[in-house]
T-cell receptor, first 116, second 114 residues
């Protein structure tokens, strides 16, 4: 079936503007993750959703970052008042189970965010 | 907390050479271990995984063995091809904790020359 998809693939914005990134997970996957890949920090975890449970937000770098997910479908990552240090590739991944069992995460192609 | 350390690149090899990328980890629980690969212009793809000590993951001629005594998961391939040029990431997930979120190493860029 279809893999994880993300949109837009590229986003250029001005400092101070808000941006919204979208992720469509693999159908039937209950767990959804957001990661960020940047030159200075490598690949880092941001937030995790599992079904209807409260999300694990422990990786969000500041309160300008938030994310939502409706049920087991689409997720949006919102960055408010973007800063230049937010420039990175934002990766979404999904997995079938997500919790307490060894599981494999499948990654989308990413959204490259550039803050001018 | 959990952490992954892998050798820095770039690693430059000739075709048919032997490739080793070292990876060691620190984890509080009983992690699963992964190697992901990112080919130029593409997204992260799972290359192989191992979920318990002494397991060997293998795929596309690559192998890695989960060594609990040395907390290592080194990636090897006996004869690389130009098409293996990519960035390789070692990662762990802690299955004792909810979420299985991945902790990644810094990545190793491999360049295979014909």
């Amino acid at each position: 079936g279809a893999g994880v998809s993300q949109s837009p693939s590229n986003k250029v914005t001005e400092k101070g503007k808000d941006v919204e990134l979208r992720c469509d997970p693999i159908s039937g996957h209950t767990a959804l993750y957001w990661y960020r890949q940047s030159l200075g920090q490598g690949l880092e975890f941001l937030i995790y959703f599992q079904g209807n449970s409260a999300p694990d937000k422990s990786g969000l770098p500041s309160d300008r970052f938030s994310a939502e997910r409706t049920g087991e479908s689409v997720s949006t990552l919102t960055i408010q008042r973007t800063q230049q240090e937010d420039s990175a590739v934002y990766l979404c991944a999904s997995s079938r189970y997500g919790t307490l069992v060894p599981d494999t995460q499948y990654f989308g192609p990413g959204t490259r965010l550039t803050v001018l | 907390g959990n952490s992954v350390t892998q050798m820095e690149g770039p690693v430059t090899l000739s075709e048919e050479a032997f490739l080793t990328i070292n990876c060691t980890y620190t984890a509080t629980g009983y992690p699963s271990l992964f190697w992901y690969v990112q080919y130029p212009g593409e997204g992260l793809q799972l290359l192989l995984k191992a979920t318990k000590a002494d397991d060997k993951g293998s795929n596309k001629g690559f192998e890695a063995t989960y060594r609990k005594e040395t907390t290592s998961f080194h990636l090897e391939k006996g004869s690389v091809q130009v098409s293996d040029s990519a960035v390789y990431f070692c990662a762990l997930s802690d299955t004792e904790a909810a979420g299985n979120k991945l902790t990644f190493g810094g990545g190793t860029r491999v360049l295979v020359k014909p």
